[in-house]
């Protein structure tokens, strides 16, 4: 297989098995020099993304709780280096806080939210007022906003009223579920898709998107560690259907240019 420059878009790195979301851990061999040997292997030159934190209602907690996740995420910065941008949380619950962690990792030069996981910290709603506010901040502050794929209708009205800001949406999903993404492309030039979770394994799936809205929309990503890896290099690596041009794109150019890396 020809080798790529890669930028993983979509990743949850982790400093802890109670961060690492892998569903065979015991099997996998991992730590956190051991990501950075895994994917290096496999012509990852950086990985994105957020640090998980689980949150649920029956469990009191406040924003410090949501804060510790994402000084993880600077934690393992430091340790990385370049190797690791990182993504990070906001609450609709902390609208305050939020916009102020945008705010400092605006100042220490990040501009990656996400990717924002609603189900696993206790909140579901993207067409929530309280997230508008946030998402106003993170328009003013030019982030990208990496978030997990959940409920068409309040995903189609968060991209109608935020058309100046970068979305990047995850998962591509089964044919309905990508056809409601395409449509938000529509709505948004600013609306991106990576790559990770339900989708690219359907034969055409990439080459559909890229005919209709062209291969800047589209972003290589895996969701490691819970997903491998292997099988979505592959999927743009081997697909017969895509150029190289189209393939360099997906795998780099376009996060490079949305990160500004
Ligand atoms: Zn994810």
Known sequence: MKEYRIIDFHTHPFTATSNNICHHIEHCDMSIENT???????GVETICGSVIGRLYGDKPYTFDDVRAVNDEALR?????????YPG???????VKESIAEIERFHALGFRLIGELVPYLQDWSDYSDSAFFEILEAAEAHKMVVSFHSMGEDEMDEMVKRFKNLT??????????????????????????????????????????????????RFIYGSDYPVCNPAGFIGAVALDFLLSEEEKEKIFYKNAQRLLKL
């Open 167 to 216: 979305l990047v949406a995850a998962h591509p999903g089964e044919k309905s579920a990508f056809l409601r993404h395409l449509k938000r492309m529509e709505t948004s030039e600013n609306y991106y898709l990576d790559t990770s979770g339900t989708g690219v394994f359907r034969h055409g799936v990439l080459r559909r998107g890229i005919d209709e809205f062209g291969a800047e």
């Open 76 to 84: 393992l910065r430091e340790a990385y280096g370049d190797f690791y």
């Open 36 to 42: 950075k040997r895994d994917l290096r292997g496999m």
């Open 88 to 94: 990070f949380h906001v609450h609709p619950k902390f």
